[in-house]
Nanobody, 124 residues
Framework: QVHLVESGGGLVQAGDSLRLDCVAS????????IGWFRQAPGKDQEFVAC????????NVADSVKGRFTISRDNAKNTVVLHMNSLKPEDAAVYYC?????????????????WGQGTQVAVSS
């Protein structure tokens, strides 16, 4: 079992950048695909990005492609979501999640473990 903790959220202005960290504990980190999802008030949770256990494969949602990137440092049990050129519509609670295996997935039901979330607010 792996425990995930997100950090780095906050209030920024449109156009600013923000870095979200997801730190894992309790298991072998590199066996997990790590994904980021977000949920804005009144909206369904949506996929943002994910990364393979070794870090060599990533998938980024079209809505954030070109602005967000995902990376991981397995020595630090950390996955980072780098968010640039933030827009008001990026405001949401951001969650990281983990799934065993090598297959990347954009489907939240495939992820077994979830963090508590970190809030991102973007002012226009």
């Amino acid at each position: 079992q792996v425990h995930l903790v997100e950090s780095g959220g906050g209030l920024v202005q449109a156009g600013d950048s923000l870095r979200l960290d997801c730190v894992a504990s309790g298991g072998a980190f590199d066996v997990y695909v790590i994904g980021w999802f977000r949920q804005a008030p009144g909206k369904d949770q949506e996929f943002v990005a994910c990364i393979s256990g070794g870090g060599g494969w990533t998938n980024v949602a079209d809505s954030v492609k070109g602005r967000f990137t995902i990376s991981r440092d397995n020595a630090k049990n950390t996955v980072v979501l780098h968010m640039n050129s933030l827009k008001p519509e990026d405001a949401a609670v951001y969650y990281c999640a983990a799934k065993r295996g090598v297959i990347l997935s954009t489907t939240r039901a495939h992820y077994e473990y979830w963090g508590q979330g970190t809030q991102v607010a973007v002012s226009s």
